[in-house]
């Protein structure tokens, strides 16, 4: 079964997201905008949500993490819990 580990940003709103994005891109740092913007009881983590198996997270995000760039930036991607931000640490197929 395939498993990964992630960090993701969970906020209300598409612009917000894109807000946090450009933040990253000017080199903020991914943990300390998790644990201010976050609306996930992971936002008090840093974002991280450990490690996890492929089908344990909504079709959206899991197809982010299971088959986009690992290390790389994603987003905003739309769940029903709002808008993430999400970056894949490891995945192992």
Do not use: W
């Not at 000017?26 to 992971?42: D, E, I, Q």
């Not at 492929?54 to 991607?77: I, N, T």
């Amino acid at each position: 079964m395939a498993t990964a580990a992630a960090v993701h940003i969970l906020v209300k709103t598409e612009k917000e997201a894109l807000s946090i994005l450009e933040q990253l891109k000017k080199g903020k740092n991914f943990s300390t905008l998790a644990k201010k913007h976050s609306t996930c009881p992971s936002g008090k983590r840093g974002g991280d949500l450990g490690e996890f198996r492929r089908g344990q997270m909504v079709k959206a995000f899991d197809d982010v993490v299971f088959k986009k760039e690992v290390l790389k930036v994603h987003g905003p991607v739309k769940t029903r819990f709002g808008f993430h931000i999400i970056k894949t640490l490891y995945r192992n197929n």
